[in-house]
T-cell receptor, first 114, second 114 residues
Framework: AQSVAQPEDQVNVAEGNPLTVKCTYSVSGNPYLFWYVQYPNRGLQFLLK??????LVKGSYGFEAEFNKSQTSFHLKKPSALVSDSALYFC????????????FGKGTTLSVSS | DAGVIQSPRHEVTEMGQEVTLRCKPISGHNSLFWYRQTMMRGLELLIYFNNNVPIDDSGMPEDRFSAKMPNASFSTLKIQPSEPRDSAVYFC????????????FGSGTRLTVV
């Protein structure tokens, strides 16, 4: 079975400060990890993914995420937050076996204040 | 590319009525997924198809829910009869087959059952 946890319902940061949105996962095989963002009344948009290789993955809009196998974590980060980054962020995982579906966390609301 | 197209965007119906949600995946994507989003339960996988064949429908809440994919360019999710607790945003997503591919989501259908 696979699962993903986002321990924080909401993260608040000031504009210009670094941000971190946390994600931990559980999967039997090799984890394939994804981050998505959802703006109000919109569908989910792909940010970045980790399949294999470097543990630090860079994605859209200046976001990056660090894969940590020992801690089974895949935290989303950005060095300097923007007010426009305020949105709902989802971490997702699937087993490396082809044909399995992504399982999403419950989401973390990021609020960036000016 | 028009992306994943869902219709209708909004649906308000009375309890007991039949509701049909529609989805057109991206051309060339062999996998299609239906998710439901609510405040209480987050994003839940309902069912997914590979090459038009249902692979896992274990997330379908009960027999009132059914999904079909008669061809590679069209899928429906039907609720009959609908109940107020079915009120949610229903998302369709598609991807190429393979664990390393992310999903492209539609804009969703907001269903309200009164």
């Amino acid at each position: 079975a696979q699962s993903v946890a986002q321990p924080e319902d909401q993260v608040n940061v000031a504009e210009g400060n670094p941000l971190t949105v946390k994600c931990t996962y559980s999967v039997s095989g090799n984890p394939y990890l994804f981050w998505y963002v959802q703006y109000p009344n919109r569908g989910l948009q792909f940010l970045l993914k980790y399949i294999t290789g470097d543990n630090l993955v860079k994605g859209s809009y200046g976001f990056e995420a660090e894969f940590n196998k020992s801690q089974t974590s895949f935290h989303l980060k950005k060095p300097s937050a923007l007010v426009s980054d305020s949105a709902l962020y989802f971490c997702a995982v699937r087993d490396g076996q082809a044909g399995t579906a992504l399982i999403f966390g419950k989401g973390t609301t990021l609020s960036v204040s000016s | 590319d028009a992306g994943v197209i869902q219709s209708p965007r909004h649906e308000v119906t009375e309890m007991g009525q039949e509701v049909t949600l529609r989805c057109k995946p991206i051309s060339g994507h062999n996998s299609l997924f239906w998710y439901r989003q609510t405040m209480m339960r987050g994003l839940e996988l309902l069912i997914y198809f590979n090459n038009n064949v249902p692979i896992d429908d274990s997330g379908m809440p009960e027999d009132r829910f059914s999904a079909k994919m008669p061809n590679a360019s069209f899928s429906t999710l039907k609720i009959q009869p609908s109940e107020p607790r079915d009120s949610a945003v229903y998302f369709c997503a598609s991807s190429r087959t393979g664990a390393n591919y992310g999903y492209t989501f539609g804009s969703g259908t907001r269903l309200t059952v009164v």
